[in-house]
């Protein structure tokens, strides 16, 4: 089968001369799988031949909702898709009086094993393609209703571990012909692969980098975050000065405040003195409990923001959302695993 539907309007455009279709053929393709068609037959402005080809070598095979939660306290929804390999991943979407935004997952798994995630527990089964990370939208819009004006890519998985495919769901989203999300729209969060923060500094998006720190330093770091053994904060903080330097856009770093681990006065200080005078803003999130982790939600949320904020430091404290669903990365398809006895195919 032929992945027609990760291919950009040009791409298709060439497809289209090779099966001796006029030009403007692969933008009405590109137009049609950007609406989440189903099927063949739903593309009627092609002629009968060009339908039958894109069946015979197109697998369109649009994710199927396995579970839908719906918060009764904010109206977040939280999907668990089952893809075409049977395989599960986790959507969210999240509405603001500003808009609406979708949380979408990269891989099916994670292999950073991050002590705080569920996304991580089992490991990482495959990357997802392109076209994989734009269903995520499109079929969360479809399905819910809601127009989406924000991406997030901070669900399962490390989108810089899936580098190419990430790049190419960036193109497909933000093409004109298509679901049209500017860049300046899209967040795009990595636990800190320094060569991919690099690679992504090269490419000149306008979009915005989230990092997850989570720690000041390489000793609490390393503890709950393996990556962070092979590639140390002071390398870390050295990409994202690259980064900025490059972009012009300011940084969030993420950090979930974990009791008695990150948490402390000395971590607070230790986090101010690597981002006082520099543009960033750091994003303090209370922990999710996962049932599987020791780990417990921090007690000194405002206490550690307003040591931030007295260095000068933007700090906010994000708004938990879906936590009656288990809007946690990870969490529901877990449960959904656990409750059909399966394990993690990592």
Known sequence: MTDLKSMTPEELTQWCKEQGQPAFRGKQIFQWFSRGVESVEEMTNLPKALRE???????????????KQVSNQDGTIKYLWRLADGNCIETVLMRY???????????VGCAMGCAFCASTLGGRVRNL??????????????????????????????????????KKFLTLVNHPDGVNIGMRHISLSTCGLVKGIDRLAEEGLQL???????????ETRSSIM???????????????????????????????????????????????????????????????????????PST?????????????????????L?????????QLRRKAMK???QKDRG
């Open 53 to 67: 080809k894109i069946a015979r070598e197109c697998a369109f095979t649009p994710p199927v909702v396995e579970r």
């Open 300 to 320: 000194h949320v405002a206490a550690f923001q307003k040591q931030l904020e007295k260095r000068g430091i933007t700090a906010t404290v994000r708004r938990r």
């Open 129 to 166: 393609t392109a076209a994989e990370l734009l269903d995520q939208v499109i079929f969360t819009q479809k399905d819910s209703g809601y127009p989406i004006s924000n991406i997030v890519l901070m669900g399962i998985g490390e989108p810089l571990d899936n580098y190419d495919n990430v």
């Open 322 to 330: 879906g936590s009656d669903i288990d809007a946690s990365c990870g």
């Open 226 to 296: 393996p990556v962070n053994r092979a590639t140390g904060v002071d390398e870390l903080f050295a990409a994202c000065h690259r980064y900025f330097q490059k972009t012009g856009r300011r940084i969030s770093y993420e950090y979930a405040l974990i009791d008695g681990v990150n948490d402390t006065p000395r971590h607070a200080a230790l986090l101010g003195d690597r981002l006082e005078g520099t543009v960033a803003h750091v994003n303090l999130i209370p922990l999710n409990h996962v049932e599987e982790s020791p780990l417990k």
């Open 339 to 341: 409750a059909a006895g």
């Open 97 to 107: 009086h500003h808009g609406n935004s979708v949380c979408i997952s990269s891989q």
């Open 208 to 218: 915005t980098l989230s990092v997850s720190l989570h720690a000041p330093d390489d």
